[in-house]
Structure formats: structure tokens, C-alpha cells
């Protein structure tokens, strides 16, 4: 069974321009999470997905940040503008259902400059 | 707020020997779960371990095993004869049970094993 992939695994973009990560979950997993490191601080929940209905988005920073899931498969987070506190690394996790263990993908490390 | 604290940024041990990373975590809840986390370099985090709050049993999984002392919010991962694949960051993460599935991760412990 595939695990969690995530695309890219790295990104160098540029204060102000635009960059979109991509998540896909095992398949069958209803459930969808998005989380972030930044540098030297916890890892930290940014937003839940069941199916492709937002369940919780209370950790997205602000509205820079915009993810969506349709059809309940991939998800994609997209950044627009960047800036530089959005340097880190993202990771997206996936569950069958609410309360099971949570599947970790490799993140994507996100570098603004 | 629930809170995850490690205390330990980095630690090290020799191969076969045995290390205890620790953890503490405040929360008002009774009923949660915790969690060991183990992030080689360059791969993707796996679950090492799991407890349920309301189990007094302390959970183990081949060489790894918990401490869970729930009245002092302490939750202690013992890894036994470490190997050198041992080598990660662990994080220590907690979350409720039948309320939102979010996860609250601690900053996390980089273990070093030493030939």
C-alpha cells in the first residue's frame, strides 16, 4: 500500500510570488491534515479535511493560505503571496477515520527568500 | 491550551545501550491519546508508539516502550539495546478523543547513536 506522498519535496521561491504543495493520502483515508514546522518550533496543525468538506481550519495562519480538496482525494495548499515567516516544512498526514493513527507523508520543505 | 513540552533538544547513546527520552504535557482532559513519533533524517515521520489515556498498562512495541504516569502528565519513551537506525528526531504529541483529531506535537528530541 502506498503511503503519503507530497509534491515537491522542496520549493526556493521568491517574497511575493506564489507556490502551490500537493498531498495525496492513502488510499481510502477520508481523512486529510495539513501541519507545519517552522524552523526551531513545533510542528504545528494547520487544517483538517473529511473528505473534501473543511472538518477544522483553525491553525491556517492567515488568508495567504488556501486549501482545498476536490472530490475528497488530493489536497493542495497554496501560499499567495509568500512571505518569509512561511518558511518551513509542511506536512500532510492521513487517517481511514477520526481518532486513528495518523499516516505522515515526507513533507515538502518550503524556502522564501 | 494544550501543551507538549520536551525537554531535551538532543541527546545521545551508545549502540545496544538504553536511552529514556522524556516528555510532560499539561491538558484538562481525561480522556486523550499520546504519542512517539520518530523522524529519520531525510524520511517520513512513523508512529513509534501509542497510549490511550484511560489504560493503565503502559504500551511497548519491541524495543520501545512508555512510562505513562497520567497524574504527573509525564509520558517517557524508553528505547531498549538502541540500534543505529535508532538515529531520528522523536516527537511527543498529544490529542482528544471524540473532539477534533488535530495533533499537538512537542519541539521534539534529536537522539544520536554512537557506534
Known amino acids: 500500500e502506498a503511503g503519503v506522498t507530497q509534491f515537491p519535496s522542496h520549493s526556493v521561491i521568491e517574497k511575493g510570488q506564489t507556490v502551490t504543495l500537493r498531498c495525496d493520502p492513502i488510499?481510502?483515508?477520508?481523512?486529510l491534515y495539513w501541519y507545519r514546522r517552522v524552523m526551531g518550533k513545533e510542528i504545528k496543525f494547520l487544517l483538517h479535511f473529511v473528505k473534501e468538506s473543511k472538518q477544522d481550519e483553525s491553525g491556517m495562519p492567515n488568508n495567504r493560505f488556501l486549501a482545498e480538496r476536490t472530490g475528497g482525494t488530493y489536497s493542495t495548499l497554496k501560499v499567495q503571496p509568500a512571505e518569509l515567516e512561511d518558511s518551513g516544512v509542511y506536512f500532510c498526514?492521513?487517517?481511514?477515520?477520526?481518532?486513528?493513527?495518523?499516516?505522515f507523508g515526507p513533507g515538502t520543505r518550503l524556502l522564501v527568500l | 491550551a494544550q501543551t507538549v513540552t520536551q525537554s531535551q533538544p538532543e541527546m545521545s547513546v551508545q549502540e545496544a545501550e538504553t536511552v529514556t527520552l522524556s516528555c510532560t504535557y499539561d491538558?484538562?482532559?481525561?480522556?486523550?491519546?499520546l504519542f512517539w513519533y520518530k523522524q529519520p533524517p531525510s524520511r517520513q515521520m512513523i508512529l513509534v508508539i501509542r497510549?490511550?489515556?484511560?489504560?493503565?498498562q503502559n504500551a511497548t512495541e519491541n524495543r520501545f516502550s512508555v512510562n505513562f504516569q497520567k497524574a504527573a502528565k509525564s509520558f517517557s519513551l524508553k528505547i531498549s539495546d538502541s540500534q543505529l537506525g535508532d538515529a531520528a528526531m522523536y516527537f511527543c504529541a498529544y490529542s482528544w478523543v471524540g473532539r477534533d483529531d488535530k495533533i499537538i506535537f512537542g519541539k521534539g528530541t534529536r537522539l544520536h547513536i554512537l557506534p
Open positions: 497510549q490511550e489515556a484511560y489504560k493503565q
Open positions: 491538558t484538562s482532559e481525561s480522556d486523550y491519546y
Open positions: 498526514a492521513s487517517s481511514r477515520w477520526g481518532g486513528e493513527t495518523q499516516y
Open positions: 488510499s481510502g483515508h477520508d481523512n
